[in-house]
């Protein structure tokens, strides 16, 4: 009950110093999207919070370059946290820092670089941090970054530690699903010792529909059906735990614009990981859940390119589904 309550935004004592959830639930905001020249906004008390009806909880991304002198698409790190962790913990909604991000690569060479990248952002309400690892990392950037976070988790034991990579979801009995990169990542994780890290799967971009690389409805990929897929494949396959996987689909059309996420995907995703019990769930991204109001045909990163979508579609599904749970 604990978990759901967090999710729906239950109050909390102010200031109070607490874990993790069972559950997060959290959009991602893409931080950059909508800055001012010269200008970082505070998103607690913003529009784009409201717009989800104040979520729980956030993603903030992404934070890029080294641990301590990390940056947010050229803006300093402390800029950044100085306009909106505060504010946060004020507002009594919780986040999560992401780093890295597709392009972008997070590393960090010392311990003493991941102490000052996490005194940076901390406050009661941060849940923990979040590390996006896709394509660029070499295998030496990759166990330095473990080996610091394995660390860090040693002196933050509230702290959240996930890893973000990219999977399939095979349907035809092969379980592929963790690519190249994020095989590494999760020998790396394990080799250093990281306890109780928690796998954020993107289920999304599968490519073209094939029992290869998702579950199939007719012709094209079942977002909904592939995510849990996605989960039950890392599960079986590499025998991560059920409670320390949790997906991330990019809702709306996807890059791969036969990859749709629907508002029918959502729920199931939503059912699935309160079924399964998994660790968390989110969505790229808080800017995309709102309908186009202009001519776009594929991806887009301000619209959902879903026609009669209304704003804060995808939010409110997943919390429909929490809701049911809490009404059992």
Request: net charge neutral; proline share 5%.
């Amino acid at each position: 009950m604990r978990h759901i309550l967090s999710f729906l935004g239950a109050a909390m004592m102010a200031g109070a110093v607490h874990a993790a959830p069972a559950v997060v639930v959290s959009p991602y905001k893409h931080l950059p999207q909508h800055w001012p020249d010269n200008a970082v906004i505070t998103l607690a008390s913003g529009a784009l919070v409201a717009q989800a009806q104040r979520p729980a909880a956030l993603t903030w991304a992404f934070a890029t370059g080294e641990c301590g002198s990390e940056t947010w698409n050229g803006r300093p790190g402390q800029l950044v946290a100085d306009a909106n962790a505060k504010a946060f913990a004020r507002a009594g909604i919780e986040y999560i820092v992401s780093t890295g991000g597709q392009g972008g690569v997070f590393t960090c060479a010392s311990d003493a670089g991941m102490e000052k990248f996490i005194a940076r952002y901390d406050s009661p309400r941060l849940l923990g941090f979040d590390f996006d690892i896709e394509a660029e990392q070499t295998p030496a950037q990759i166990r330095a970054l473990t080996d610091r976070i394995a660390a860090a988790q040693r002196k933050h034991p509230r702290l959240r530690f996930s890893f973000t990579v990219a999977t399939h979801a095979a349907s035809d009995g092969s379980q592929a699903s963790l690519n190249p990169m994020a095989e590494r990542v999760l020998a790396a994780v394990r080799a250093s010792g990281v306890k109780d890290y928690v796998l954020n799967l993107m289920t999304m971009d599968y490519g073209p529909a094939s029992a290869k690389v998702c579950v199939l409805r007719g012709e094209r990929c079942d977002m909904g059906a592939s995510a849990l897929q996605a989960a039950r494949n890392v599960h079986a396959k590499y025998g991560v735990p059920f409670a320390q996987i949790e997906l991330t689909p990019m809702i709306g059309v996807n890059d791969v614009v036969e990859n749709v996420f629907t508002v029918e995907d959502a729920a199931t995703v939503a059912r699935g990981v309160r079924e399964l019990g998994l660790a968390g769930l989110h969505y790229w991204s808080l800017d995309r859940d709102m309908p186009c109001t202009r001519a776009v045909s594929g991806a887009d990163a301000q619209c959902s390119t879903m026609p009669g979508v209304p704003a804060g579609a995808y939010w409110q599904t997943f919390g429909r589904a929490f809701e049911q749970a809490v009404r059992r």
